[in-house]
């Protein structure tokens, strides 16, 4: 199930979408599916509480994006970097905030070097955390557990078309 | 031969000197300066005030290490060079290019995973002097960043059969320290709420415990402990061994049950259990167990040398000496990501 809904923020129309899941194979493969037509230079930033499946969704895309290696949660080092053979994004760049009470230390890891980067798609995981680094045109996704199984996934993207 | 060694990768500053030959090695001095007081407020390792901490004692340590020694005693140095926080790796990597310099003395780079499997090694004098006898070696690398379960055919010679799919088997450790809101690091704070509790008082997940192959996860048991929580609304603090105490069993079954099926498939001499959360004492125990039922050298680091130590990278980097050169200072790169087989 899919509801649009327009509203204008700063000059750019978001689109908003919501989906339910109800198992994290589900929501993994929501994301892959979401994620077949990523745009290098992507920012995405994930919200959700602990065990919502931030990290299943951040899966997903790497599929999408065909990464075979295994994607970790990078909770202890806070970023990690794949590289990717797709045509267009050279690389999926996971970030993890779980820790983090401002953006500083994702400045020392050298975030900033691939958020302006044109073939890097970044994921954000607690992006709620560091609104400062997260650009106006970033894909929000907002994954809330309805009960132990069940997820919404609600997606708002600038609509450029 | 002297290995001076060094270790920089995360939020400890450790250097050590090893006196090594064939079949006999000794720590003749080793210092681990830790900043897990700084980081606790934090609930974890912040980089950059890692990275200015390293800064401030490296060279204070160094002086202490050597002590009235000349730096010049040193025939090698081995550095860290990652995986690990690349603001952190890179103050020792360059402290020591810096040190084979000035010296001019051989610099070996050594992976940090495969330093933890030489912690084995500190301690335990039988495997210094017959090593070969407890090749192939099964290694289970337990810590905050890392959960993986290699096959050592020799030195040098490895092959990674499992890892987790998902989140470090210390790191659920954290994050359910953090539900309990017992603060960090979560590891020793759980495994202390767990000596009064009940192992079986709740059946927490065992995820992909069914799955072949040998990969592990542990996101979901994390997400079981939350849901408990949530449904119990308030917990009796009576109760909280009894949680604790559930969720390192269902950690423990997992780590054991893959082992187990390891030992069968790829009949190893020995089995090292290393790393960070090598110093849980129930999963100390249920490896110790494993190894005596099925006859296998059971060889697991001191306790002192389970979380990140210089002492474990002169020791690797003694294996390594023939990679060791007097120019890799010119070329040496630290690397966060560094791919653990080699």
């Known amino acids: 199930m899919a509801y649009p809904a327009v509203r204008p923020t700063s000059g750019i129309y978001h689109m908003t979408r919501a989906y339910t899941t109800t198992s ?33 969704f951040v899966k997903g895309i790497a599929k999408a994006l065909g990464i075979t290696t295994v994607v970790q949660s990078p909770t202890f080092v806070l970023m990690k970097v794949y590289e990717v ?49 997260v650009p106006h045109d970033a894909t929000r996704v907002r994954i809330r557990s309805v009960d132990e199984h069940e997820r919404t996934v609600e997606i708002t993207s600038p609509d450029r078309s | ?62 002086q202490k290490t050597i002590g009235k020694k000349p730096l010049s005693a040193v025939d090698l140095i081995a550095v860290t060079a990652g995986p690990g926080l690349i603001t952190s790796l890179m103050v020792g990597v360059q402290a020591a290019k810096t040190l084979s310099y000035a010296l001019r003395k051989p610099l070996v780079g050594v992976n940090h995973l495969e330093g933890h499997m030489y912690s084995a090694w500190l301690g335990n004098s039988e495997l210094v002097r017959d090593t070969e006898r407890s090749f192939p070696a099964l290694v289970l690398i337990v810590s905050g960043g890392h959960t993986e379960l290699v096959l050592m055919r020799g030195h040098g010679s490895y092959t990674l059969l499992g890892q987790t799919a998902d989140d470090a088997a210390g790191e659920a450790f954290d994050k359910v320290a953090k539900l309990l809101d017992r603060g960090y690091p979560g590891g020793p704070v759980i495994s202390k709420l767990a000596q009064h509790g009940n192992p079986a008082a709740i059946d927490f997940p065992r995820p992909m415990l069914a799955t072949t192959g040998y990969d592990m996860s542990f996101s979901g048991l994390k997400t079981a402990v939350r849901y408990y929580l949530e449904k119990k609304r308030r917990i009796p603090r009576e109760e909280l061994p009894d949680i604790a105490a559930s969720f390192q069993q269902a950690v423990v079954d997992v780590l054991t049950a893959k082992t187990v099926r390891a030992i069968d498939e790829f009949g190893p001499r020995s089995l090292m259990l290393v790393g960070g959360v090598s110093a849980n004492n129930a999963l100390r125990e249920a490896l110790t167990h494993i190894g005596s039922e099925r006859q296998l050298r059971v060889w697991l680091p001191a306790l002192e040398h389970t979380g990140d130590n210089a002492g474990m990278i002169a020791v690797a980097g003694y294996y390594h000496r023939d990679e060791a050169s007097l120019k890799l200072w010119r070329t040496l790169r630290f690397d966060p990501h560094l791919a653990f087989i080699i």
Do not use: F, N
């Not at chain 1, 493969?29 to 990523?38: G, N, Q």
């Not at chain 1, 983090?100 to 709620?128: K, Q």
């Not at chain 2, 003749?28 to 800064?55: L, N």
């Open chain 2, 1 to 62: 031969m002297k290995v001076l060694g060094i270790e920089t990768s995360c939020d400890e500053t450790s250097l050590a000197v090893l006196d090594a030959r064939e079949g006999e090695m000794h720590l003749e001095k080793y210092i681990v300066s830790s900043q897990i007081a700084t980081h606790r407020e934090y609930g974890g390792v912040v980089p950059e005030i890692a990275a200015r901490m390293h800064c401030e004692v490296l060279l204070p340590l160094l």
């Open chain 1, 24 to 56: 994290p194979a589900e929501t993994e493969e929501l994301a892959r599916k979401l994620a077949s037509d990523l745009r290098a230079g992507t920012v995405i930033a994930l919200e959700g509480e602990l065990g919502a499946g931030k990290t299943v």
């Open chain 1, 85 to 133: 053979q797709h045509h267009a994004v050279r690389r999926l760049v996971h970030v993890d905030c779980y820790r983090l009470d401002g953006s500083s230390d994702l400045r020392a890891v050298g975030l900033e070097e691939y958020l302006h980067d044109s073939t890097s798609v970044v994921v954000i995981e607690w992006a709620d955390k560091v609104p400062e680094l």
